[in-house]
């Protein structure tokens, strides 16, 4: 723990999100990779606070789920009516009681928030020996409660905009929603907070008129980018805020020597890593644990979810679930590999191609039209176009070995479970039902048979008549 690390953050998310318009509680709507709770959460954890509390009411058992799944050292407290800003605060130091040292209050649904900015509120709530800090922004404040100083500047207060006079709603610095507190004058102030205001709330900004009434000092940073405490009220704000965070994810990767083609039509989750001099072309999307590998190139047209890209491979025009991509393997255009789906180094994978729960060794590829489900394929094999791995009968799925340097012939049905030996062929078109042991070749489909002069027979004066006829010598036919 840093000695600026706070004693807690507490994080605010009963609020219904009306404006949704959801199933779904507001603060489990997601963006680049994690809900917007789950970025208060992570904005949180930088600042490595020694207790983590979340307040709980809308939607309360999903939020607890997604918060112990994130964060399982949080705290849940609840709230099951939402009475005001201040009112959840209450709870939680009901609930836990007081906490001396640093408290930070911040909110669920602020997903631009970075934690660096949290981290310098709170230095500077040490630096200045205040009861409270308040993290401010100026701009529009249209809807906030804004900043109220005296003639020298100093700070006085927070005024919620329907409690606000017309001078006071000409204020253009208004309240993030965020603070540093001193933790037992909080625990104190927070249970002296009345109703008294229009929405008959309690506010947790009135906490700093308290204080201040009590003679303690009382200060706020300004945000160096208001865009940062932007709350998500609906949708709209969301894809605002989703567009803005990817932004800066896109950013940071650029910066961190990764080629984005086209920045407007990538997609990138915080959650993924990018080696240097990758390239991610147009209409990309990169999801989840993702891992992008050096020098490689993915996209145009690719969606990745959990997979990872080895060093110098290339992925065009794919989706790709929890698979692995060897280093210098190409994949696509228009590949699907499921989970499981594991490729060697080298190894290739072609167009109209769907993988699952396969292993495709070094150097071996399976370029055209082909299923492969639950298979091993050795090194250097080769799967001719159009190959079918047939894993299901139906009951249970069952698995396919292809040996190394093995060559399976256009066309080929692979009835599972069944093997082909290292260096085996199977003839175009066979149905494999039984083992090819090494070096053999197997074939199992009819032998072709040739009816002599059918055409003359059954389509007598045809244009395939005529043009037999061209070619033919027996001019009896
Ligand atoms: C609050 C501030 C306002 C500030 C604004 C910034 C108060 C009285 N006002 O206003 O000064 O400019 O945030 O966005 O604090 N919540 C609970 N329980 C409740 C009420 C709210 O958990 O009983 C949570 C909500 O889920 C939300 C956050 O607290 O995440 C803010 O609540 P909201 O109702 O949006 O506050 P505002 O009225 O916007
Ligand atoms: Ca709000």
Not at 103 to 114: A, K
């Amino acid at each position: 723990m840093s000695e600026t690390s706070p004693a807690a953050v507490l994080i605010l998310a009963a609020g219904e999100g009306k404006r949704m318009k959801s199933r779904i509680p507001k603060v489990l709507h997601t963006l680049c990779g994690r809900t917007l709770l789950g970025h208060a959460l992570a904005a949180a954890d930088e600042l490595n606070p020694a207790r983590l509390v979340v307040v709980v009411g809308h939607g309360r058992e999903q939020v607890t789920a997604q918060v112990a799944a994130a964060a399982p050292q949080a705290q849940i407290v609840r709230q099951d009516q939402q009475l005001g800003t201040g009112h959840a605060v209450r709870m939680v130091t009901e609930a836990i009681g007081v906490v001396p040292g640093t408290v930070v209050v911040s909110y669920g649904d602020m997903p631009l928030l970075r934690g660096e900015t949290l981290r310098e509120l709170v230095d500077r709530h040490h630096r200045a020996g205040n009861a409270v800090t308040v993290l401010t922004a100026q701009g529009d404040a249209a809807g906030y409660g804004r900043i109220v100083r005296d003639g020298d500047g100093e700070f006085l207060r927070i005024v919620e905009e329907r409690d606000a006079t017309q001078a006071e709603r000409a204020i253009d610095e208004y309240n993030s929603g965020c603070y540093a507190f001193d933790g037992t004058l909080l625990a104190d102030a927070i249970k002296r907070v009345t109703t008294n205001n229009q929405q008959q709330q309690e506010y947790l900004t009135d906490v700093v008129d308290i204080l201040r009434g009590d003679g303690h000092r009382v200060g706020t940073m300004l945000a160096a980018n208001a865009g940062e405490i932007t709350g998500v009220n609906d949708r709209a704000q969301l894809a605002e805020a989703r567009r803005e965070l990817n932004d800066r994810i896109l950013d940071g990767w650029m910066r961190a020597g990764v080629t984005i083609i086209d920045p407007a039509s990538t997609w990138i989750d915080v959650t993924v890593t990018i080696g240097q001099d990758a390239e991610i072309g147009p209409q990309t999307q990169l999801q989840g644990a993702s891992v992008i590998g050096e020098g490689a190139r993915v996209g145009p047209g690719c969606l990745l979810e959990d997979t990872t890209v080895g060093e110098d491979a290339f992925v065009l025009h794919a989706v790709c679930r929890q698979a692995e991509i060897g280093p210098r393997a190409t994949v696509g255009p228009y590949a699907y590999l499921r989970p499981g789906t594991r490729l060697a180094e080298g190894a290739h994978v072609g167009a109209h191609v769907e993988l699952k729960n396969a292993s495709v060794g070094p150097g071996a590829k399976v370029p055209h039209l082909t299923y492969v489900g639950d298979a091993t394929i050795g090194a250097g094999a080769n799967i001719g176009a159009g190959t079918i791995f047939a894993n299901y009968d139906g009951v249970a799925k069952n698995h396919t070995t292809v040996g190394e340097d093995a060559f399976v012939g256009s066309n080929t049905v692979l009835v599972a479970p069944v093997t082909v030996g290292d260096g085996a062929y199977t003839a175009a078109g066979s149905a494999i039902t039984d083992e090819v042991p090494p070096g053999n070749l197997g074939v199992a489909r009819g032998r072709q048979h040739n009816s002599d002069g059918w055409t003359a027979r059954n389509r007598p004066g045809s244009r395939s008549a005529d043009a037999a006829k061209r070619v033919r010598s027996d001019e009896s036919i």
